[in-house]
């Protein structure tokens, strides 16, 4: 049964530090830390237990874009607008490894759900691999034709997702609804679909497999900048440039709540790995965590991850300002949902087509490795005629 909040979502904690605009906030596995990027090239992680200290982390030349720890929470990795990835250790000392690859602002790092494999898009029009393990780049997609602006795996093994601001493709899987004008994507927690944010105010909500929009959203006055999915995959939030935040119910297909907090625009937001919290950051240079107040079981954990079944439905929403007393005022706003049409297909076609899906599965990994050893070969033949033009130079008198 689909829980509603029992309770408003709650301003928790208000963290200052940066000095310019933050870019990403990202929550360590077990919520003891909060990372943020800014463009004032540096990253926060902020301790969640009160009256610790934030450690402020020093390394990047240029404004810091994007965070995300790994799985364990033992590395936090972040890209930059000076060409570079770093992986910190996120403890008092801070220590960091550059990783040198991308010829452009790094858009995008996101580690894989295994922890060894880091995957990070660019404006060079590629999306890189690098092992975390072994701190090695390990091969480039390169077959966007413009900026990549966001890479994300999914959980099923062998989806990732590149996104590029024009006309680009995806890969592991082929979506031609994210042509244009994405500015951000997230994978459901089930795998199943993805939400895409639009810089034409909108948030759609595809399914993977079918490649159908299941959701069309329109609630937002300006740019959305950033989603995050809750774990329970039955809530959508959203951050946009109209300064708002909005929590979207998706299997009642309706907007829950506006939330005002950041002066200017919204820029990043992120649910914590339980769902019990979430963060937002701003152009104000503000970092906000904010209590979600809903759809948590008794025993702390989210609920238990499945394939969703959206509903579409025009509601009345509530409006929340913060910090505003629990009596405000509540006001409608609508929403456009698309849902998917009922369709009939026979078994057979099914089973054929999930066929299919299997070998486009095993093309894709096949041509990943190819691709691999394409990047060696390249590697290894560039350093043979860099190795031939200095026996050259030697021998000439």
């Known amino acids: 049964t689909h829980t509603l909040p029992q309770e408003d979502p709650s301003l928790e904690r208000h963290f200052k530090g940066h000095r310019d605009a933050v870019t990403s906030v ?48 033992h590395l936090l990795a972040s890209g930059s607008r000076d060409k570079t990835v770093r992986i910190w250790v996120p403890n008092v000392k801070g220590e960091s490894t550059a990783f040198r690859a991308h010829t452009a602002t790094v858009r995008s790092v996101h580690f894989c759900s295994d922890g060894q494999s880091l995957v990070t898009a660019s404006d060079d029009k590629t999306v890189k691999v690098w092992s975390t393990h072994r701190q090695k780049f390990l091969f480039s997609l390169s077959q966007h034709i413009n900026w990549v602006r966001c890479a994300k795996t999914g959980r099923v093994p062998g989806q990732l997702l590149g996104v590029s601001s024009g006309p680009g493709k995806t890969y592991g899987m082929w979506l031609p609804c994210l042509s244009s004008f994405v500015t951000y994507v997230d994978f459901h927690p089930s795998g199943t679909c993805i939400a895409a944010a639009g810089m034409d105010n909108t948030v759609k909500v595809w399914d993977v497999r079918t490649h159908r929009l299941l959701q069309h959203y329109q609630l937002h006055s300006a740019a959305v900048n950033a989603l995050s999915f809750h774990p329970s995959g039955n809530y959508l939030i959203t951050a946009s440039s109209d300064s708002t935040l909005k929590i979207l119910d998706l299997m009642e297909g309706r907007l829950l709540y506006t939330l005002h907090g950041h002066q200017g625009p919204a820029t990043t937001v992120a649910f914590s790995r339980t769902g019990e919290y979430f963060a937002s950051g701003g152009s104000d240079e503000q970092v906000m965590v904010w209590k979600s107040n809903f759809d948590i079981a008794d025993d702390g954990e989210a609920k238990k991850k499945r394939p969703p079944h959206f509903k579409g439905k025009i509601s009345s929403v509530p409006e929340v300002d913060f910090p505003i007393p629990s009596s405000r005022g509540r006001s409608q706003e609508s929403l456009q949902s698309q849902p998917p049409e009922p369709i009939s297909v026979p078994q057979t076609l099914t089973s054929t087509l999930e066929h299919i899906v299997g070998q486009l599965d095993v093309l894709t990994q096949t041509v990943s490795i190819l691709e691999q050893r394409l990047t060696l070969t390249e590697d290894k033949l560039k350093q043979c005629l860099e190795n031939q033009q200095l026996i050259m130079q030697r021998k000439t008198p």
Not at 36 to 58: E, H, I
Not at 68 to 73: C, I, L, R, T
Request: net charge positive; aromatic share 10%; hydrophobic share 30%.
């Open 26 to 73: 990202d929550f360590s596995l077990n919520t003891k830390q909060l990372a943020s990027g800014s463009t004032d090239s540096c990253l926060m992680v902020w301790n969640m237990k009160p009256q610790s200290r934030a450690y402020r982390f020093t390394g990047h030349k240029d404004a810091v874009t994007c965070v995300h720890f790994s799985p364990s929470g």
